[in-house]
């Protein structure tokens, strides 16, 4: 399941650190497994748990916290939204509610053709720009009106069907 390339990726992370303390590297090897399967499941856990000589549930307890780590196979564009208090009281809620009914689909899905998968997120550390959204765990978003929405999503539309 895990290509002996990211195998060899893992040993390059786990070099980073001393003997003893591999286990520090769980982050960068979730990374990896993301990379090369679109999302860390289950099994790929238990893979790195291995190999960093962890128990399975300690791995898990990292992908679970971070909001970078896909639990499942997500659409081409992730679309995280923050819904914090701050970003709460300056329209972050509102800002999800109207992508969802852009997209046709709800927080936590996938539109049908694959291209977008819409999640809330927690804070993105910039209240002061809210509504906040992030685009694929890289491309931080700022003051998204509905016309911004409109923009960012059908931009994302054309550039996705190419």
């Known amino acids: 399941m895990i290509s002996e390339e990211s195998k060899a990726r893992f040993a390059k992370e786990v070099a980073k650190y001393p003997a003893d303390q591999k286990q520090s590297a769980v982050m960068a090897c979730l990374a990896i ?6 999302y860390v499941s289950a099994e790929s856990e238990a ?5 960093l000589g962890m128990a399975p549930m300690a791995v ?9 780590y896909n639990q499942h196979s997500v659409g081409k564009y992730k ?6 208090l701050p970003c709460q009281l300056r329209d972050g809620g509102a800002a999800l509610k109207y992508l969802e009914k852009k997209l046709n689909i709800s927080m936590g899905e996938t539109t049908p053709d694959g ?3 819409l999640q809330q997120c927690e804070c993105l550390g910039a209240c002061a720009d809210s509504p ?11 003051f998204m009106s509905n016309d911004k929405l409109d923009q960012l999503v059908d931009g994302l539309r054309t550039a996705g069907n190419k």
């Open 115 to 117: 291209l977008f998968t």
């Open 33 to 38: 497994v993301q990379q090369q399967l679109g």
């Open 60 to 68: 898990h307890e990292v992908t679970t916290f971070y909001n970078m």
């Open 47 to 51: 893979v790195v748990a291995d190999y």
């Open 132 to 142: 906040v959204m992030l685009v694929n765990d890289r491309t931080m978003c700022s």
């Open 79 to 84: 679309l995280n939204v923050c819904t914090n």
